[in-house]
């Protein structure tokens, strides 16, 4: 018996055989030397154009949550600040040991 029969005959879990798939397999690397030769691969020219079609990217939203981050922090010391200078304003201590 050939060992090459038993493998045309096998089904994946889709009910392929596996002359079916390669000729998938086949036809799919046909479509991509084409679209490679046409100059329309997806590797560089996608992210390139992503790259530069899109101005909010990493380093642009870093530095936008950033200075988000330094005025919370600044608004929220100077309310504190304010707040303490308030209170001792309003309950000042009298210290009679000396």
Do not use: C, W
């Given at each position: ?76 010391v100077y309310a504190f600040y304010h707040l303490y200078h308030a209170i001792l304003k309003k309950f000042p201590s009298h210290h009679t040991e000396l």
């Amino acid at each position: 018996m050939d060992e090459s029969a038993p493998l045309n005959m096998e089904k994946d879990g889709q009910g392929e055989s596996v002359d079916e798939l390669r000729q998938r397999l086949n036809h799919m690397k046909r479509m991509m030397a084409e679209r490679q030769a046409n100059g329309m691969g997806m590797e560089d020219d996608g992210r390139m154009k992503a790259r530069n079609g899109n101005i909010i990217d990493g380093s642009f939203l870093s530095f936008v949550f950033a200075v988000a981050l330094i005025v919370i922090l600044s608004v929220s010391v100077y309310a504190f600040y304010h707040l303490y200078h308030a209170i001792l304003k309003k309950f000042p201590s009298h210290h009679t040991e000396l």
